[in-house]
């Protein structure tokens, strides 16, 4: 994967905290519209960034609060691109992406503590998925109460294909940044991850 597709990719699996679970969501063209041209108010972002200097909020504000911004903008206009283009939902992207990136099998247990779904939640997605043909559900060789969720072929092409084409909607939103400012704000973002 490219720097940009891994970059989006860390962005898409965890900025998420919204769970949605209709599958038939359907957005207006002029929702569409919308999302693809809305722009951030600029006065807006100068006030916010003038009460900063003032020293009227603190600090951490300058950080926390735009990429709080960043997220809500990525992730909606994510989530329009994947079911516009792909029919799937920013959480049937988490647990394909997260198949992907493990490369291996994993449990339903172990796919809900990487995201915030519940497993209940966690149930319908995997159901959705299984049948869209997209993963597999085996049962353990020695537990046989325990299933592992594994990507399917087509599964595994989907991800590839929607991950590449998402990160190059992504691509838009850092163009304001040159390709080694880019490589810093990863390497920043992943510090601040690691301490988490």
Wanted: glycine share 4%; aromatic share 10%; hydrophobic share 35%.
């Amino acid at each position: 994967m490219s720097h940009i597709t891994t970059l989006a990719l860390k962005y898409i699996l965890l900025e998420r905290y919204i769970f949605r679970y209709n599958a038939t969501y359907k957005l207006t063209k002029q929702t569409r519209k919308t999302m693809k041209t809305n722009k951030l108010d600029k006065t807006l972002i100068d006030n916010f960034y003038n009460k900063i200097q003032t020293k009227e909020f603190d600090e951490i504000f300058a950080i926390s609060y735009p990429i709080a911004i960043i997220q809500k903008v990525i992730f909606s206009r994510g989530e329009t691109f994947l079911k516009e283009n792909y029919g799937l939902l920013n959480s049937e992207v988490d647990v394909l992406s997260l198949l992907y990136t493990n490369n291996k099998a994993l449990t339903p247990t172990q796919l809900y503590d990487l995201t915030i779904f519940s497993s209940g939640g966690m149930t319908k997605v995997l159901k959705r998925l299984e049948d869209r043909g997209l993963i597999h559900r085996e049962a353990k060789q020695n537990d046989k109460r325990c299933v592992l969720v594994s990507l399917s072929q087509k599964g595994k092409e989907l991800v590839k294909t929607s991950l590449d084409a998402v990160s190059k909607e992504c691509y838009s939103y850092f163009k304001a940044l040159k390709k080694d400012e880019q490589k810093t704000l990863a390497t920043l973002l992943k510090k601040v991850l690691d301490s988490l």
